[in-house]
């Protein structure tokens, strides 16, 4: 799997605003963080050491240079991130896998200030609501608003899959403009197995193929995609669904999942002829 090596650009016009809103949200990051510090101690300092694993996504429409949607993500591997499927949705078919005459490039804002090019190289479904994305080695030039190639590796989190009922939990992400509250805490209030859901009349919305863990952390279109954390800063949950009908119910697809997840897409890969 190569990187895709199409020249996109956007106007430098779009590119400046980009990395003002990204310097904007920053210091909005780190408002919350001191005073996530007054309120609860070592907790900040859990989020202080996942900070680095978590990207924005922007999905952009690289003819007029306007975003389609964004949300986070967070690095599973050095250049792999997962995010929700639901972010990158009006660029990228259900059950996709990577074809290189074929791939689609979204925008990451990572921790350490740029804006690195990524291609969607595997989607689930929307129930599983996961994605992956793979980082380029070219970052966008704040100075002209063309692709750089500027190599870079980042630090995967860990799963844990050893999670119950009252487990104290973070759920991060990146600020976004008017969803600014992306680090949120709370403890899992329920844990629900795919059989224990029933598909409704609209048969919209429903949660029917993965273990999905509710929790009273708040979540946003912000945060979602990024990782619910235990306090060890080990993955528990993929944020996602942050319900705008109901005051309490958020919900992350458990770790569990996402390992089955990142397992198929191995799978996949291992099982693509070799190029000649």
């Not at 609501?129 to 989190?157: C, H, N, R, W």
């Not at 119910?249 to 070799?274: H, R």
Request: charged content about 25%.
């Amino acid at each position: 799997m190569s990187a895709q090596e199409t020249q996109l650009k956007l106007e430098l016009t779009k590119v400046q605003q980009l990395y003002r809103k990204m310097q904007a949200d920053r210091k909005a990051l780190q408002q919350q963080l001191k005073e996530l510090k007054t309120q609860a101690g070592n907790s900040s300092d859990v989020v202080e050491q996942v900070l680095p694993s978590i990207v924005s996504v922007y999905v952009m429409d690289w003819d007029t240079g306007e975003e389609i949607s964004s949300g986070s993500g967070f690095f599973v591997s050095p250049d792999i991130i997962v995010t929700n499927y639901h972010v990158i949705e009006d660029i990228a078919d259900e059950d996709y896998f990577y074809e290189e005459d074929e791939v689609e490039q979204v925008l990451v804002e990572t921790y350490d200030g740029k804006l690195r090019m990524a291609e969607v190289v595997f989607t689930g479904n929307a129930e599983e609501d996961l994605a992956l994305l793979l980082i380029t080695g070219f970052i966008i030039d704040p100075a002209t608003g063309e692709q750089v190639e500027s190599p870079e590796e980042y630090p995967p989190l860990e799963l844990c899959f050893d999670v119950k009922v009252g487990d104290r939990v973070i759920a991060v992400g990146n600020p976004m403009g008017q969803f600014a509250a992306t680090v949120t805490q709370g403890i899992i209030t329920e844990i629900r197995e795919p059989e224990e859901y029933e598909v409704g009349e609209d048969d919209e919305d429903e949660v029917a193929e993965v273990k999905v863990l509710q929790t009273d952390a708040a979540i946003n279109p912000a945060n979602s995609g990024g990782p619910l954390i235990n306090m060890a800063g080990q993955v528990v949950g993929v944020n996602t669904w942050g319900l705008e009908d109901a005051d309490t119910i958020n919900l992350a697809i458990a770790s569990v999942a996402l390992d089955d997840f990142l397992a198929g897409f191995e799978e996949t890969f291992e099982g693509e002829p070799d190029e000649e």
